[in-house]
Nanobody
Framework: QLQLVESGGGLVQPGGSLRLSCAASGFTLDSYTIGWFRQAPGTEREGVSC????????MYADSVKGRFTISRDNAKNTVYLQMNSLKSEDTAVYYC?????????????????WGQGTQVTVSS
């Protein structure tokens, strides 16, 4: 059974950093396109970043470009989201999801399997 588990969330001050992890079981991560999404209270879930299966091309939402970096460790079957220069508007529950698109996308409907989410709170 395909399962994703996020970890690494927490409380951080503005300007700080966090690294989120998305660990997979039941499948090999690099054979799926993995996306990171987030949802703040009262808002719709939005795509943050993506790493494609195979060659590992990446994509970022404009709001996080230059601050967030997605990467994949095939040996650990884990995808990471390194988040630097965090802002209060980055506060949200962050989810990772797996899909079978060949190329990266930040559109939810292309991702079938989702983790349970991890809370990120940026506050002083």
């Amino acid at each position: 059974q395909l399962q994703l588990v996020e970890s690494g969330g927490g409380l951080v001050q503005p300007g700080g950093s966090l690294r989120l992890s998305c660990a997979a079981s039941g499948f090999t991560l690099d054979s799926y396109t993995i996306g990171w999404f987030r949802q703040a209270p009262g808002t719709e879930r939005e795509g943050v970043s993506c790493i494609s299966k195979g060659r590992g091309s990446t994509m970022y939402a404009d709001s996080v470009k230059g601050r967030f970096t997605i990467s994949r460790d095939n040996a650990k079957n884990t995808v990471y989201l390194q988040m630097n220069s965090l802002k209060s508007e980055d506060t949200a529950v962050y989810y990772c999801a797996a899909g079978q698109t060949l190329y990266c996308t930040l559109t939810e409907k292309f991702f079938r399997s989702w983790g349970q989410g991890t809370q990120v709170t940026v506050s002083s």
